[in-house]
Nanobody, 116 residues
Framework: QVQLVESGGGLVQPGGSLRLFCAAS????????MQWFRQAPGKERELVAV???????TYADSVKGRFTISRDNAKNTVYLQMNSLKAEDTAVYYC??????????WGKGTLVTVSS
């Protein structure tokens, strides 16, 4: 079955960096668009970054220039490198595969807390 498992979250000070990981299994990873979303307390889930099958990327305006999404098809893993973190980046971050055999799949999320 399709599985997406996030890791790498934690507590970091403002201005710091974290790298999130999403390990994927159960589908042809190299053929799939992959996405990172986040949901802050009391807010709706929002799209953070997208990476296409051939590595093309798009970002939310709020993270452009600070976050980088990448993928390693040999390891079935998608990454989110987060630099210059701000308090407003605090959220649960979710990995998403938007269309696997017509269905969207989500991981359980990893919590990122930016605080001094």
């Amino acid at each position: 079955q399709v599985q997406l498992v996030e890791s790498g979250g934690g507590l970091v000070q403002p201005g710091g960096s974290l790298r999130l990981f999403c390990a994927a299994s159960g589908f042809t990873f190299s053929s799939s668009v992959m996405q990172w979303f986040r949901q802050a307390p009391g807010k709706e889930r929002e799209l953070v970054a997208v990476i296409g099958r051939f590595g093309g990327t798009t970002y939310a305006d709020s993270v452009k220039g600070r976050f980088t999404i990448s993928r390693d098809n040999a390891k079935n893993t998608v990454y989110l490198q987060m630099n210059s973190l701000k308090a407003e980046d605090t959220a649960v971050y979710y990995c998403n595969a938007p269309s696997i055999r017509g269905m969207a799949y989500w991981g359980k999320g990893t919590l990122v807390t930016v605080s001094s």
